[in-house]
């Protein structure tokens, strides 16, 4: 049985930023496609004003999810992205504000309830504040945490650690202490080596040895008088050595077959085996 369906199963980009530059206007920042998809920055103000518009206007239905990024470097260090998704149109879009640590973003909360949970996870882990949010609180960390773990000048180890206390029967909270300091890996090839002096092998770089000078008439048994060892031991030697001729005149073993399995050395008799 096919379900046809009015949504495309690829949807086009095509004129999707001028519909929707139109309809935002001044609220619009900038509008541009990266990495396949469509990104618009609008004014933190008007954020809730824009999104409306999107949802009824424009069709997008269905807010995925709030993400947060951290740039430390500028003013306003974070991005919060909202990923809206429209059924109808089987198309996706970004739209993004930017804040610093203390100016709030308006919640969205009055458009999508699910709102709630995304922006109390954003607030959790980079700590932007959504004005507006009936329950703004932690969700992912504990309630007496310090900080925000997704800023990028957060420390990996954190600031406390807990555990639970035999002694005092309770969980308790203190500093961080390592047993080594953290590393930090660099993932290169141990085949290749490292291309700096690693910790403990701060040693004075050893010469190659010089190579040995070549020979300038190598010397060579053309002879047996050359060998040193005789006639006698040179007879001897013929003897006991099979020569490379010899070695490819004998015939090959056959290989063993089903008929013909390969026969297995004799064990040999001791004198604690019975006659």
Same mark, same amino acid.
């Given at each position: 049985?096919?379900?046809?369906?009015? =949504?495309?199963?690829?949807?086009?980009?095509?004129?999707?930023?001028?519909?929707?530059? %139109?309809?935002?206007?001044?609220?619009?920042?900038?509008?541009?496609?990266?990495?396949? +998809?469509?990104?618009?920055?609008?004014?933190?103000?008007?954020?809730?004003?824009?999104?409306?518009?999107?949802?009824?206007?424009? +069709?997008?239905?269905?807010?995925?999810?709030?993400?947060?990024?951290?740039?430390?470097?500028?003013?306003?260090?974070?991005?919060?992205?909202?990923?809206?998704?429209?059924?109808?149109?089987?198309?996706?879009?970004?739209?993004?504000?930017?804040?610093?640590?203390?100016?709030?973003? $308006?919640?969205?909360?009055?458009?999508?309830?699910?709102?709630?949970?995304?922006?109390?996870?954003?607030?959790?882990?980079?700590?932007?504040?959504?004005?507006?949010?009936?329950?703004?609180?932690?969700?992912?960390? *504990?309630?007496?945490?310090?900080?925000?773990?997704?800023?990028?000048?957060? $420390?990996?180890?954190?600031?406390?650690?807990?555990?639970?206390? +035999?002694?005092?029967?309770?969980?308790?909270?203190?500093?961080?202490?390592?047993?080594?300091?953290?590393?930090?890996?660099?993932?290169?090839?141990?085949? +290749?080596?490292?291309?700096?002096?690693? $910790?403990?092998?701060?040693? %004075?770089?050893? $010469?190659?040895?010089?190579?040995?000078?070549?020979?300038?008439?190598?010397?060579?048994? *053309?002879?047996?008088?050359?060998?040193?060892?005789?006639?006698? =031991?040179? =007879?001897?030697?013929?003897?006991?050595?099979?020569?490379?001729?010899?070695?490819?005149?004998?015939?090959?073993?056959?290989?063993?077959?089903?008929?013909?399995?390969?026969?297995?050395?004799?064990?040999?008799?001791?004198?604690? *085996?019975? =006659?």
């Amino acid at each position: 049985m096919t379900v046809l369906h009015s =949504a495309p199963k690829i949807a086009s980009h095509e004129g999707v930023g001028d519909a929707i530059h %139109a309809t935002l206007g001044a609220k619009m920042l900038d509008g541009r496609e990266e990495h396949g +998809e469509l990104i618009f920055y609008v004014e933190r103000d008007s954020l809730e004003e824009s999104l409306r518009l999107l949802r009824d206007n424009h +069709e997008y239905q269905q807010l995925m999810d709030i993400v947060g990024v951290d740039y430390p470097q500028r003013p306003e260090r974070f991005d919060v992205c909202y990923c809206l998704l429209s059924l109808t149109r089987n198309h996706r879009i970004v739209v993004k504000v930017t804040t610093d640590e203390v100016a709030p973003v $308006p919640t969205v909360t009055t458009l999508w309830p699910n709102a709630g949970w995304y922006e109390r996870e954003v607030y959790d882990m980079f700590g932007v504040l959504f004005a507006g949010n009936p329950d703004l609180r932690r969700i992912l960390t *504990d309630y007496g945490f310090q900080g925000h773990p997704f800023r990028k000048d957060f $420390p990996l180890t954190g600031y406390v650690e807990l555990r639970y206390s +035999e002694e005092d029967k309770r969980v308790v909270y203190e500093p961080v202490q390592l047993a080594q300091d953290l590393r930090q890996f660099d993932f290169m090839s141990p085949w +290749e080596g490292a291309d700096y002096v690693l $910790p403990g092998d701060e040693k %004075a770089e050893v $010469p190659p040895a010089p190579a040995p000078a070549p020979v300038a008439t190598p010397k060579t048994t *053309d002879s047996k008088a050359d060998t040193g060892a005789g006639e006698k =031991a040179n =007879a001897e030697a013929a003897k006991a050595t099979p020569s490379a001729d010899s070695a490819k005149d004998a015939p090959a073993a056959p290989e063993p077959t089903e008929d013909r399995p390969a026969k297995k050395p004799r064990k040999k008799k001791t004198d604690g *085996d019975g =006659a």
